[in-house]
């Protein structure tokens, strides 16, 4: 079977959604799905959990308005639902890096609930190692 890893390193709606369209469409063939969050990941993490906004991640304006239209609408989900779906398709595990949250001096009551687990890099080169697909954001 085949497994997908998928690292999020930006802290931007752009890459959390890019991450939370790929866990949907490895679910819809069933693929199970280790999403590590590390990086300014993990401060936007932090930041969504204390409602404020975190960066759009969208260099170009025209993407950005046409996205945010297409949410507005309802014509896609957010990053946020994405995610929540996936872990209730399937085989999904969110994971957030434990050096990340060391040097922010956070722990998971700091995190959304949809996070699994605090890890260390043992753990994301294994989630490497055992996927046979990495994606990258």
């Known amino acids: 079977m085949v497994k997908i890893t998928i690292l999020v390193r930006t802290g931007t709606e752009s890459a959390f959604h890019q991450a939370g369209i790929v866990a949907v469409g490895a679910m819809t063939v069933d693929y199970p799905v280790r999403i590590f ?3 300014d990941a993990i401060t936007a ?5 204390e409602g404020k906004p975190i960066p759009s991640g969208y260099s170009n304006a025209e993407t950005e308005i046409a996205f945010n239209t297409a ?3 309802g014509k896609i989900m957010s990053w946020e639902e994405l995610i929540l779906n996936s872990k209730k398709m399937g085989n999904v595990e969110v994971v957030v890096c434990a050096l990340g949250v060391d040097l922010l001096e956070i722990d998971l009551r700091h995190l959304p609930s949809f996070v699994d687990k605090i890890s260390g890099a043992a753990d994301l080169v294994g989630g490497i190692k055992e996927g046979d697909i ?3 954001f």
Do not use: A, C, G, N
Request: proline fraction near 0%; hydrophobic fraction near 45%.
């Open 71 to 73: 949410l507005e609408k």
């Open 134 to 136: 990495v994606f990258t």
């Open 37 to 39: 969050f590390m990086d």
């Open 45 to 49: 993490l932090k930041k969504y959990k």
